[in-house]
């Protein structure tokens, strides 16, 4: 790691503009990075050293010539490889894609390059997006930085390795059940989900549309503010998409690290500790709802009771979907094709191309939710999923009527081993107990570092009421800078010695 690896991306802005360095120095030393330690971590999939390198002189020009710039620009990013980029290969993590070279960008790509940062290529992803440890990409695993035996979390795990291992100081997820804020808690990283419609959809690669939603994935709560607002906000391409300005999300970070918590009323979410939860991740939870009373806040307990039937309505209605969104993947209009000899009939080469480009998990939830919404069973399964879901958004209404936030750890365990869940779905699944019940709401929640059990990153979820996105950044900021304050520094991955 040098100096401008090692800078937060609002630093390295600060001293972009100030001219103390280039954009090109500065994407020339994350590329160096990158091409020093991602043989051991593989959190890209494809690094784009020409075109990032183009990019940073086209800022560093523009800066010259007195242009008025975004608070990011020259700063690099890692972009997680189920947003379509047009003219870089975009997989999402899967053989049914490979090679394919997008002729479009998706809106927050667009939107990426407007603001002047500078992508650095494509990370690594469970395949469409589907898994919780990023070891379900066609293309290998991720591993963790903190401890390369183990897993970064997913599907967004190569964001979140890349920016914990210093190869990137800025990186975008997209999290549907969770898969932002669970690599983020796992990687020592601040990940947002923003509120459902805040970030555009558009240009996604779908998994389940009602739940796909992109973010950002950086080391501090500020820079998470900064991504968000420049990839955030209205895009008329996106029928999802909410017609209001982005939530003053910049602000409240930079007021939150400098404000006390009095008069903010904290809930703790009851359904999610207990069984399963590891006691190390209780232990650092316990000790920072402390740490939030110790700011002003007031403490509560709060009973969400149908957050328990979370992980099994989710796991019925993303299947479900994602068995509509992937029956484009026919081998007829682009993608792989297997066994066109000229003999076959289209549903065998149909069949015999998704048993090639598909993998296990992608194809055990193709079926879960293709049998889920077949005839007969459709009022049984996903109607009543819905139904859950429905009263789960009810369970967030119901305590954000006597709270400002919710709060509970991000993840039950701290990160686990690499294979050890990988032939056991239900223990994967089992990862986004606590993330899920924002994911089916669509409200916002973040995850911010807060605590190390047995040398591992535990992370703290902050939810708030739908556009509330400003408040979880105010919490989140508020707990980071407390934490830097009592301990002397703050919580960042120990990844230097790679």
């Known amino acids: 790691m040098t ?199 558009y240009g996604l690669i779908a998994f389940s549309s009602s739940l796909d939603q992109a973010g950002p994935l950086t080391r501090t709560v500020l820079d998470a503010a900064l991504l968000h607002e420049a990839i955030g906000g209205h895009d008329p391409a996106d029928s999802t998409s909410i017609d209001a300005p982005v939530p003053a999300v910049v602000a409240a970070a930079r007021d939150g690290a400098h404000a006390d918590l009095s008069g903010l009323k904290v809930g703790v979410v009851r359904e999610l500790s207990g069984d399963g939860y590891e006691p190390g991740v209780l232990d650092v939870f316990a000790a920072t709802v402390r740490l939030l009373t110790d700011l002003g806040a007031t403490i509560t307990e709060v009973s969400c009771p149908h957050f328990g039937y979370a992980l099994p309505a989710y796991y019925l209605i993303a299947p479900s979907e994602c068995s509509s969104n992937l029956a484009r993947f026919d081998a007829v209009r682009y993608g792989l094709r297997v066994g066109d000899d000229g003999v076959r009939g289209l549903e065998e080469v149909m069949s015999l191309t998704r048993e090639a480009g598909f993998g296990a998990e992608v194809k055990r939830r193709v079926i879960l939710g293709t049998y889920a919404l077949s005839s007969g069973y459709y009022d049984a399964y996903y109607g009543q999923a819905q139904k859950v879901r429905t009263l789960i958004s009810r369970d967030f209404a119901a305590a954000f009527e006597t709270c400002d936030v919710l709060i509970s750890p991000t993840t039950p365990t701290v990160a686990f081993p690499l294979g050890a869940r990988i032939d056991d779905p239900m223990a994967m699944y089992a990862a986004d107990l606590c993330t899920l019940p924002a994911s089916l709401a669509g409200t916002p929640a973040i995850s911010v570092p807060c605590g190390l059990s047995e040398g591992l990153p535990v992370g703290l979820q902050v939810m708030a009421s739908a556009l509330a996105d400003d408040r979880c950044y105010r919490v989140a900021a508020a707990v980071e800078a407390a934490l830097a304050d009592r301990d002397g520094r703050p919580i960042l991955a120990a990844a230097a010695s790679l």
Request: proline share 6%.
């Open 3 to 201: 100096d401008l690896t090692g800078m937060t991306a609002a630093v390295l802005a600060g001293e972009i503009a100030a001219g103390h360095a280039s954009s090109v120095e500065v994407t020339q030393a994350h590329l160096d990075r990158i091409t020093a330690v991602d043989d051991k971590i593989h959190a890209f999939l494809y690094v784009d050293a020409d075109g990032a390198l183009a990019a940073a002189r086209a800022v560093d020009e523009r800066r010259a010539a007195g242009e008025a710039l975004g608070p990011l620009a020259g700063v690099p990013l890692a972009m997680k490889d189920v947003v379509v980029t047009r003219g870089l290969p975009t997989t999402s993590g899967s053989k049914i894609l490979e090679g394919w070279i997008p002729p479009y960008d998706a809106t927050v790509t667009t939107r990426v390059r407007q603001a002047g940062i500078v992508m650095l290529g494509k990370t690594n992803m469970d395949e469409f997006a589907m898994g919780s440890s990023t070891e379900n990409s066609a293309y290998g695993p991720t591993r963790n930085p903190w401890d390369l035996a183990r897993v970064p979390g997913g599907s967004s795990g190569g964001s979140s390795a890349a920016v914990s291992a210093y190869e990137a100081p800025l990186g975008i997820g997209t999290d549907t059940g969770g898969s932002i804020r669970q690599p983020a808690a796992v990687t020592g990283l601040v990940g947002h989900k923003p509120t459902y419609g805040g970030v555009s959809r």
